[in-house]
């Protein structure tokens, strides 16, 4: 059974940082693609960082280039995401995905989401 359990989020003022994690569990961890996506109230879900699972290249979107980083922990099975510079716009909830491959900062092909962690940005 596929599981993805995100952690990290909370708020943080404006140019404060967080570190999210994906914790993953039932499939082959080390060699797939996971993505994290976005969503903020009333926004359509936004795909910030991917780490292509041949490779591990890590992909971004332009709004987050430079700010965050992706990486990829495989002897526990987890994917990190290091939020720094935040502004108020990053403000969302945050989800791992696991998916087929990466393309422009995004997962595609997914197939299994988490729950996603809350990041709030504000002073």
């Known amino acids: 059974q596929v599981q993805l359990v995100e952690s990290g989020g909370g708020l943080v003022q404006p140019g404060g940082s967080l570190r999210l994690a994906c914790v993953a569990s039932?499939?082959?961890?080390?060699?797939?693609?996971i993505g994290w996506f976005r969503q903020a109230p009333g926004k359509e879900r936004e795909g910030v960082s991917c780490?292509?699972?041949?490779?591990?290249?890590?992909y971004y979107a332009a709004s987050v280039e430079g700010r965050f980083t992706g990486s990829r922990d495989k002897a526990n099975n987890t994917v990190y995401l290091q939020l720094n510079n935040l502004r108020p716009e990053d403000t969302a909830l945050y989800s791992c995905?696991?998916?087929?491959?990466?393309?422009?900062?995004?997962?595609?092909?997914?197939?299994?989401w988490g729950k996603g962690t809350q990041v709030t940005v504000s002073s």
């Open positions: 995905a696991k998916g087929s491959g990466c393309y422009l900062g995004a997962a595609y092909a997914v197939d299994s």
């Open positions: 039932g499939f082959s961890f080390d060699y797939t693609s």
């Open positions: 780490i292509f699972g041949k490779d591990d290249t890590i």
